[in-house]
């Protein structure tokens, strides 16, 4: 039975947004230690609470809201290994690309839907991917020219990401639902 709501995609634009504003306003408090804090903690548990509040089929929210948060951690020490330029950019390609699937996967074994898994997993994949290169080229074009306006644009993954991984998941939802129906 489809019970994913149609507020998902419109929560997901107010969180990344509102996470991105916080972003600004820490780097330009110069608040580094609360930034990082932030950017370590916050996105997963966030996006964590907007799944399972838009999914009337979740029976445990805390578990989907601790495997967002806890893969979003993982993410950003795949992120933070080394800080090298281009290696940063790979590497942020990857653990968006990574934090999407595994994020998808944990919901499709959570809520247990009847998803065409491996397209599905595939469009995450890629929806991972594209939401990286936004930020991919901020942090290019804040090395190269020390720019900080770039710097704070990295942190615009934030909502492209959670956009795009709603959209999907919303529309990989609702073509299941069809499919079930006939």
């Known amino acids: ?10 929560h ?32 997963g548990f966030c ?4 799944l399972s509040l838009n999914d ?3 029976h445990s ?15 950003f020490f795949i992120l933070y ?20 699937m595994l994020l998808f996967s944990s919901y499709y074994f959570i809520i247990n839907r009847n998803y065409h898994f491996k397209r599905t997993l595939l469009y995450m994949m890629l929806s991972g991917l594209s939401a ?11 090395r190269t020219t020390h720019f900080e306006m770039f710097f704070l644009a990295i942190f615009i993954i934030f909502p492209v990401w ?6 999907l998941l919303h529309k990989c939802v609702t073509k299941s639902f069809v499919h079930e129906q006939s």
Do not use: E
Not at 47 to 50: N, T, V
Not at 61 to 75: Q, V
Not at 162 to 167: E, L, P
């Open 1 to 10: 039975m489809y019970l994913l709501k149609v507020d998902l995609i419109k």
């Open 12 to 43: 997901s634009v107010f969180s990344g947004f509102f996470l991105f504003i916080i972003s600004a306003l820490l780097l330009y408090l110069k608040a580094a230690s609360v930034l990082l804090f932030f950017a370590i903690l916050l996105p």
């Open 47 to 50: 996006y964590g609470i907007i």
């Open 56 to 58: 009337k089929s979740v």
């Open 61 to 75: 929210p805390g578990l989907i809201i601790w495997a967002s948060t806890i893969i979003y951690i993982g993410c």
């Open 81 to 100: 290994l080394k800080d090298d330029s281009l290696w940063f950019i790979l590497r942020l390609m990857l653990a968006s690309t990574i934090g999407s």
């Open 132 to 142: 990286s290169i936004p930020s991919a080229i901020c942090h290019y074009l804040f």
């Open 162 to 167: 959670q956009i795009a991984f709603a959209v």
